[in-house]
């Protein structure tokens, strides 16, 4: 056998595991690495923040966007902007109190350096742009305005309102700038639905802010109420009160009594009682009364709705 193939049989080929313990310590190094880069405070990112400007001023208000974004180059460690970019909300507040300015348009520029500087110690700012922000603030003009409920109410059989639907308060103060607020008519809440409904409701509506951001409402949300009862029918032979009939003319009426007939909720039905009716004949104001006189309920139960009578009318024949 030669030589040549004796010597590459006694070569030791590697083992198996070899390759594993390789990459495991590349992997080791490349975190040792990415850590000793994390505590690095030297290293500088570019970074997209928001600007919310925020007036304090009750009496003014903003006529153009409340947000703005700026670019900024800061210097700090991995982890601080790591934490920015991935993490942390990226926010740079401008709140100013404008309250001692008179005119109705005033314009201010805000130098952002410092601004960002003071919001944001732990990084050193590079650069920032645009450097500095303007916005144009005005004088608030607020009227009161009605509230709407944009509801969609269905009732369950035999079910009905014991009063209508109603929100508190139904008017509230709107802010903003003059040639908005005098074109508002309402308010409209949020949309609400209930169906086929047997409880009374008692909830809270925000309301919708439409049109311009810069609206200010006295309150955001409003109170619905709604009372809902079951109701049933209640019938009642009555007779026909003549007293007011006889003291223009003598006569006698056709028929003597009426059934009225009225909606009453179940909780109360015990309380409707026929001595709490009274039906008269309605009498002309001038001249005499015809030969068919139709009547009306001159008093009634505070529990009873929807009365009506059968019949409407009564014949009258004149006596002599």
């Known amino acids: 056998m030669p030589a040549s193939t004796l010597d590459f049989k006694k070569r030791k080929r590697p083992k198996r595991g070899d390759g594993w313990i390789f990459l495991l310590l590349l992997g080791l190094s490349t975190i040792f690495w990415f850590v000793a880069k994390l505590n690095d405070d030297q290293l500088e990112k570019e970074l997209r923040f928001e600007v919310e400007i925020a007036i304090t001023s009750p009496d003014r208000i903003l006529t153009n966007s409340s947000s703005e974004y700026v670019t900024v180059v800061a210097k700090g460690s991995g982890y601080q902007l790591v934490n920015y970019h991935f993490f942390k909300k990226k926010h740079l507040v401008i709140a100013e109190n404008l309250s001692d300015v008179e005119n109705n348009l005033s314009e201010t520029q805000v130098q952002l350096a410092p601004l960002f500087q003071s919001q944001f110690p732990n990084l050193t700012l590079t650069s920032i742009t645009p450097a500095t922000l303007n916005f144009i603030t005005q004088k608030r003009f607020g009227k009161k305005v009605p509230v709407v ?26 802010y903003g700038p003059k040639e908005v ?19 009374p409701i008692f909830t809270s509506l925000p309301l919708i802010k439409e ?9 955001d949300h409003v109170d619905f109420e709604i009372i809902i009862k079951e109701f049933t029918e209640k019938r009642f032979t ?4 003549t007293e007011n009939l006889n003291k223009q003319v003598m006569g006698k009426i056709i028929p003597e009594e009426v059934t009225l007939v009225c909606r009453v909720s179940t909780e109360n039905y015990g309380l409707v009682s026929p001595s709490q009716f009274v039906i008269e004949p309605d009498l002309p104001s001038q001249g005499k009364p015809s030969d068919f006189l139709k009547l009306k309920v001159t008093k009634s139960s505070s529990f009873a709705t929807d009365w009506y009578l059968i019949p409407e009318q009564v014949d009258f024949i004149r006596t002599p």
């Open 181 to 199: 607020i005098l074109e508002i008519d309402s308010i409209f809440t949020q949309p609400f639905e209930s169906l086929a409904t047997k409880n």
């Open 211 to 219: 049109r311009n951001e810069s609206l200010f409402f006295e309150q």
């Open 149 to 174: 409920a944009n509801t969609t109410i269905t009732l369950a059989p035999g079910f009905d309102y014991l009063q209508p639907p109603a929100v508190y308060p139904d008017s509230i103060w709107v």
């Open 238 to 241: 009555l007779p026909i009160a």
